[in-house]
């Protein structure tokens, strides 16, 4: 299986100031039909996983403008410009290479 | 509003069955498909299971090949995960995620939580 692995483990951010989350994947995430399958969520305490990022970089219907996504291949990045008070809690990656879909271990954005 | 709502989740001994299920409501059920992703207390998501819109096209977990069977019924807007032989470590609360696209799971339930423990 493909094994994401998300760095920082943890990280402490100050409302205002920008955040980065790295995923690198154990092999390329390119699939066949020539898209990559890399997707990003948050999820808050006691919340289900909400979807901000897909496709590597596409954001989601709603989700602020403040969260990017970018990368290629085996490396990719999660950016918030500038952190509010709502970001805080688990971010994960996810890839789809069919059929099995694997999640990064998370990463905790707490004050 | 959208929503997908999972029941079935229960405490269980070892070796013993569930059937979870997946309902949905306010949307065409039948175009789309979904997966069942669990996370054990305190860790992180783990992906389950798979089905496509049509149900021709199932996945599965190698931990849990051979034990789950997912299936859903159009009829009824409802996704099942039928669970055997269940283990300890399957212990974990389940989500059913409605997909927009092949990584994009763009609607999750609240979860049903599954405890196997003797």
């Known amino acids: 299986d493909i094994v994401l692995t998300q760095t920082p483990v943890s990280l402490s951010v100050t409302p205002g100031q920008p955040a980065s989350i790295s995923c690198k994947s154990s092999?390329?995430?390119?699939?066949?039909?020539?898209?990559?399958?890399l997707s990003w969520y948050l999820q808050r305490p006691g919340q289900p996983p909400q979807l901000l990022i897909y496709e590597v970089s596409n954001r989601f219907s709603g989700v602020p403008r403040r969260f990017s996504g970018s990368g290629s291949g085996t490396d990719f990045t999660l950016k918030i410009s500038r952190v509010e008070a709502e970001d805080f809690g688990l971010y994960y990656c996810m890839q789809y290479m069919q059929p099995a879909l694997t999640f990064g271990g998370g990463t905790k954005v707490d004050i | 509003q959208l929503q997908v709502v999972e029941s079935g989740g229960g405490v269980v001994q070892p070796g013993t069955s569930l059937r979870l299920s997946c309902e949905a409501s306010?949307?065409?059920?039948?175009?789309?498909?979904f997966h069942w992703v669990r996370q054990a207390p305190g860790k992180g998501l783990q992906w389950v299971s798979f089905i496509s819109s049509d149900g021709n096209n199932k996945y599965y977990a190698d931990s849990v090949k051979g034990r789950f069977t997912i299936s859903r019924d159009n009829s009824k807007n409802k996704v099942d995960l039928q669970m055997n032989g269940l283990r300890t470590e399957d212990t974990a609360l389940y989500y059913c995620?409605?997909?927009?696209?092949?990584?994009?799971?763009?609607?999750w339930g609240q979860g049903t939580m599954v405890t196997v423990s003797s």
């Open positions: 995620a409605k997909i927009k696209g092949p990584d994009a799971f763009e609607l």
């Open positions: 092999q390329s995430l390119l699939h066949s039909d020539g898209k990559t399958y």
């Open positions: 306010r949307f065409t059920f039948i175009s789309y498909g």
